[in-house]
């Protein structure tokens, strides 16, 4: 309780210090939480989603994702439908930031709890990924990816085939950030969803292979990585690009396979399941 006072009744860094501990109860303590004090949380959590300040709404969006894994049912179906309502007041675009962060924390830490409200959440993360600003297509592209892994090892063909388009055209983007965070989400969804990527391929190599052309160095490395995961090279060498390079017209398919000789076949496989923009958001906060 004291810690769910102090998130309500501080500002600016204290603020985040008191979400940063919070967190940290839900992630560690979270089950043995009571259900008044898990109400109270997302009570007084939820407002600051539409907080000035970035790194408040972030720390509040992250804190409701692992807030998802523990609430009742009720609880989590309510606030997940506020959060994706169509909102025909038209909010500002920094409560739509927030909304989305939420979003994506969810589908992070409590995917498989938000199947109740799957159909509501779809049209809202395509909405944000048709943002026209930076900040919100960065954290749509977090949304989008979690989504994707969701619907590709849940066999969801269909949301998993638009999220793998929308990143694949957002990694395409003119704005380097943007272009970097869908990158880093269709890696996410291959590393997280091997089976579903692959099946959603033809979505996503020819502007990952577009991408390898880049003069930006961490774009570059992100698109050959998001190319690695999506063939598991490291599983399966070779084999998968052979077999799908049928796929691809001349140029591409030797693009592809020059690409897999050159760098794919080096990679270094990631110790770490973060990819640079999840480590972003989450760094934001220290979670």
Not at 99 to 124: G, N, Y
Not at 192 to 203: T, V
Request: hydrophobic share 45%.
């Amino acid at each position: 309780n004291d810690l769910v006072n102090g998130v309500k009744n501080t500002d600016g860094g204290v603020q985040e210090a008191m979400l940063r501990a919070l967190r940290g109860v839900l992630l560690h303590a979270g089950g043995t939480v009571s259900p008044p004090l898990l109400s109270s949380i997302s009570a007084a959590v939820a407002p600051l989603l539409h907080s000035e300040q970035e790194q408040v709404r972030v720390g509040a969006a992250f804190t409701i994702g692992v807030w998802a894994r523990f609430a009742k049912d009720d609880e989590l179906i309510s606030l997940t439908r506020e959060l994706v309502a169509d909102d025909s007041s038209g909010s500002n675009w920094i409560s739509q930031h927030g909304r989305c962060l939420a979003v994506s924390f969810m589908l992070k830490h409590a995917a498989s709890r938000l199947d109740a409200s799957l159909k509501l959440i779809v049209p809202f993360v395509k909405s944000c990924l048709e943002d026209d600003k930076a900040p919100m297509l960065e954290a749509a592209c977090m949304a989008g990816s979690y989504l994707a892994v969701h619907a590709g090892n849940t066999g969801r063909d269909a949301p998993a085939r638009d999220m793998a388009a929308a990143l694949a055209s957002l990694s395409l983007h003119q704005i380097t950030d943007v272009r970097r965070a869908a990158l880093n989400g269709i890696k996410r969804f291959a590393k997280r969803s091997p089976q579903g990527a692959a099946q959603h391929a033809s979505a996503m190599v020819v502007s990952l292979l577009t991408c390898t052309k880049e003069r930006n160095i961490p774009v570059r490395s992100a698109a050959e990585r998001a190319l690695y995961y999506i063939f598991q090279v490291k599983a399966k060498g070779m084999d998968a690009i052979n077999a799908y390079v049928k796929n691809l017209d001349g140029d591409n398919a030797r693009q592809l396979q020059d690409c897999a000789r050159r760098v794919l076949t080096k990679v270094v496989d990631e110790e770490s399941d973060a990819s640079a923009d999840e480590v972003e958001f989450d760094e934001h906060t220290s979670g």
